[in-house]
């Protein structure tokens, strides 16, 4: 155990050798001054947005709830979002259920209700049905796995995440996704 009087010092110490490391060279002109603006939104009783942003709503399993346009929820929410696991994408391979999980979520959500949406992939979730969060093929590439019960008591198996084989499979799928969903409408 450190003597108390002692840290105070080898903290000073330590900050004196790494400091310089650390240090911004000085600047020969000042910051240009800020512009400050004043912004006075106009008074109602709505709900404000906020600009580019918004609240979200839960979309919950692909298409289970499918208000009406003008239902109460859209006064509040202009965002829906969805927490797919891996698995529920690439099951059968690389880029296998793209199609099958995006398309009836955006046919309905952007096209029919002018929403826009948003996902949450994971590559594992305790509260999955699935056995696999991140698709079985993943693991039969030799990735190494730890086996746990999820909530609702069955067993599921995780990838290790720091595994190289798994970061590059994973980067691979990050990189298949955005390919597939670049540039479409409501994202």
Known sequence: MLNSHRVPAMTLLLFGLI??????????????????RAVRPELTDAVLFNPGMGLY?????????????????????????????????????PGSGFDAYFQPILDFWVKKMGKRVAFRVMSESMHSGREYATPKWVFDQDVPSVRHVGVRGKQQWDPVFWNEKYLQLHCQFIARLGQYLDGRAGL
Do not use: C, H, T
């Open 19 to 36: 400091g310089p490391v650390f240090a911004v060279p000085p600047s020969n002109k000042d910051p240009a001054p800020l512009e400050l």
């Open 57 to 93: 709503l839960a979309g919950g399993e692909r298409l289970g709830y499918q208000p009406s346009p003008d239902a109460w929820v859209f006064k509040m929410a202009d965002i829906v979002y969805f927490r797919p696991v891996w698995a529920d994408l690439e099951e059968a391979g």
